[in-house]
């Protein structure tokens, strides 16, 4: 795939949701979404067997405002408001997430509907809002342009 045709895909905010990203794909997002102006942030979930772990990741590597209370409600109000970071739109890159799929599922799944919700909010307001795990799981697609 062309970076045109992956910077125009990223721009694209009805397109927007939770993905796997092969791990061959992920410099080509990195600077597509660059290229279009998306803010790229890289989360490593290698040491979250736990979703209090991944929160307190995810609030470390978006460099979350202090009032982030480290929970779901508060993941979503700062996914959904970035005023802190403001650009064209967001990726979110998760790496090792592995860990927290295994041994809390449950938790995992929750996460995603947040993050899904926080892509639809976004996709209200015609900004993309990307998720890319470097897994393979349940429910998360590869875009058919990046396999």
Known sequence: MSQTTLQTLLGDARLAGVYHLPESGRLAVRQAAEAVGLACFEIDFHD???????????????????WYGNNFDALKDCLTDFSWCEAAGYVLIVAHAENLH???????????????AA???WQAQEVPLWVFYDLRAD??????TLT
Do not use: C, M
């Open 48 to 66: 979250a067997q736990r979703i209090d772990v991944a929160l307190a990741e995810l609030a470390s590597a978006l460099d979350f405002p202090a």
């Open 102 to 116: 295994a041994k809390a599922p449950a938790a995992f799944q929750l996460l995603n509907q947040v993050f899904a």
């Open 119 to 121: 892509i639809g909010e």
């Open 139 to 144: 429910g998360l697609a590869t875009l058919p």
